[in-house]
């Protein structure tokens, strides 16, 4: 099991840049592929960003591509989301989630994954 916590949210102006963090306590960490969701206010929980077991595979939601940067240190088992360029629609919850998955898998549905942390508010304001 893994617990996950997620930090570096807040409110910045368009154009502007957030680094997100996501620190998991529990063992194994490179046993799970991880993501970044994000939920704005009436609309469902949709895939940002998210990598593989090792990070040798990446993948970006369309509205995030290069804008957005995923990695992960499976050493600190954190991962981190940096946010630059940001736009009032990438006002949301922003949460953190691990999944259980082969070695080169990159889940894109919030169904995959089996962990989740709380999430982290971001607000862009134009």
């Known amino acids: 099991q893994v617990q996950l916590v997620e930090s570096g949210g807040g409110l910045v102006q368009a154009g502007g840049s957030l680094r997100l963090s996501c620190a998991a306590s529990g063992q194994l960490f490179s046993r799970y592929a991880m993501g970044w969701f994000r939920q704005a206010p009436g609309k469902e929980r949709e895939f940002a960003a998210g990598l593989s077991r090792n990070g040798d595979k990446i993948e970006y939601a369309g509205s995030v591509k290069g804008r957005f940067t995923v990695s992960r240190d499976n050493g600190r088992k954190t991962m981190f989301l940096q946010m630059n360029s940001l736009k009032p629609e990438d006002t949301a919850v922003y949460y953190c989630?691990?999944?259980?998955?082969?070695?080169?898998?990159?889940?894109?549905?919030?169904?995959?994954?089996?962990?989740w942390g709380q999430g982290t508010q971001v607000t862009v304001s134009s």
């Open positions: 989630a691990a999944g259980i998955t082969s070695w080169y898998e990159v889940p894109l549905s919030p169904s995959e994954y089996h962990y």
